[in-house]
């Protein structure tokens, strides 16, 4: 999908003509998950005479719970030879809420915006699965938001149909497009200038959390001389250096790093680390629900199916409680999973799809749509909702 959204010919599809952004760019893959493999895959690119300008990482944050300093972060540490190298590390801001350490601020992130497809922004809005928020070295993660749900590209068979890119990874590879372009029709650019132009030339929407790229804005400051090459900071503002002092701060980020600090080094008994469930910060929250991880009891297991109806979607909470059930959840749970479709979120219809996937796998199969419109959501849960009342009746 990255090859056919950059570099397909251009083509017109119902009138409107599309293109791919980096046609002329080359584009080498490194096909691996792996931190230590991505490190010196890097290396060995890098000591290539091939000149590469910019990386696109499309592995989202990683972990869900924990809040460290980002530089502590594996996959942060597996990219390092291509910052040091003056790389554009263009990544990808991730697609679920119930994420916690975000990307460090030496990363290009991207986030996605709810455009409903439609260039009119009157109809944008957040898209309630992109996280944002502080990092662990608390800096404000993503950058700059892109289309998330509707990107189109050559189908790979139909040449009459288009296909769709969504996701931050998306949206994430159309910004690394339109850097590739930048850096071909400017050469004279830095990796910091092509960063910072579109940053501060996207559009400022109420109730978007980043600016909205906007490429021809970019464009024009470029050819009217911008040219600020300041590097994005990455010397931590939030730094924890006594636990027991921070985790009484009035900072929600400076109690979830103490919390983690305590968590990792097996400080805390499991019932101080269940009177963190109640902090009013979604984030130590997040750090609390990592902490307990699976229920131990049926008892307790209760009491995590109470927490996944009293919290809110708002930051992910909710999610998180869901994620961490489906891990230990048993076929005579279906009715509680298929109670949840009501809390109608991405995250929580991928929990109930691989439960069923798991325990049930005669049940339709849920297509999960980066679409949150509530109508194309109701589509794909009824086949699930028919077959489940069918199962009862049976």
């Known amino acids: 999908m990255v090859l056919n959204l950059l570099a397909h010919k251009r083509f017109e599809y119902q009138g409107k003509p599309y293109t791919g952004l980096a046609r002329s760019a080359s584009f080498i893959f490194l096909p691996t998950t792996k931190p230590d493999r991505i490190k010196v895959g890097l290396k060995w690119i890098l000591d290539q005479n091939w000149k590469p300008q910019l990386v696109l990482n499309l592995i989202v944050p990683q972990g869900k719970g924990l809040m460290t300093p980002t530089n502590q972060d594996p996959y942060t540490q597996a990219l390092e030879p291509a910052i040091e190298a003056g790389l554009l590390v263009v990544s990808a801001g991730g697609n679920s809420k119930a994420l916690c350490n975000l990307h460090p601020n030496s990363f290009f992130t991207i986030g996605g915006l709810n455009d409903k497809g439609s260039h009119d922004s009157s109809q944008y809005e957040p898209h309630p699965s992109v996280p944002y928020g502080l990092n662990g070295g608390g800096y404000f993660r993503p950058d700059l938001l892109a289309p998330y749900t509707y990107i189109p590209f050559p189908h790979f068979k139909e040449r009459e149909e288009l296909n769709y890119f969504g996701g931050t990874c998306g949206s994430s590879t159309l910004i690394a497009g339109l850097c590739a372009y930048l850096m071909s029709t400017f050469p004279g650019l830095t990796a910091n200038m092509i960063r910072n132009v579109l940053i501060e030339t996207g559009d400022i929407f109420e109730g978007l959390p980043a600016p909205v790229v906007n490429g021809a804005k970019a464009i024009e400051a470029i050819e009217s001389g911008y040219r600020n090459d300041t590097p994005p900071s990455v010397k931590p503002r939030v730094k924890v250096t006594d636990a027991d002092k921070s985790i009484l701060s009035g900072d929600p980020l400076e109690r979830a790093l103490a919390l983690t600090s305590f968590i990792q080094n ?17 984030l ?15 008892g307790e297991r209760e009491k995590y199916w109470e927490r996944v109806y009293q919290e809110s979607s708002e930051w992910g909470v909710r999610e998180y409680w869901g994620y961490i059930l489906l891990h230990t959840a048993s076929p005579d749970e279906i009715h509680k999973w298929i109670a949840l479709q009501a809390n109608s979120t991405i995250d929580i219809w991928i929990c109930i799809n691989l439960f069923l996937q798991k325990f049930y796998p005669d049940a339709p199969k849920m297509e999960i749509t980066p679409d949150p419109i509530p109508h194309i959501m109701d589509e794909a849960i009824a086949p699930v909702l028919d077959w489940y009342e069918r199962s009862r009746a049976d």
Do not use: C, M
Not at 290 to 296: E, F, K, N, Q, V
């Open 266 to 282: 097996k400080q805390l008994s499991r019932a101080e680390i269940w009177a963190y469930v109640d902090d009013e910060s979604p």
């Open 284 to 298: 130590v929250k997040k750090v609390a629900l990592r902490g307990l991880g699976d229920p131990i009891n049926f």
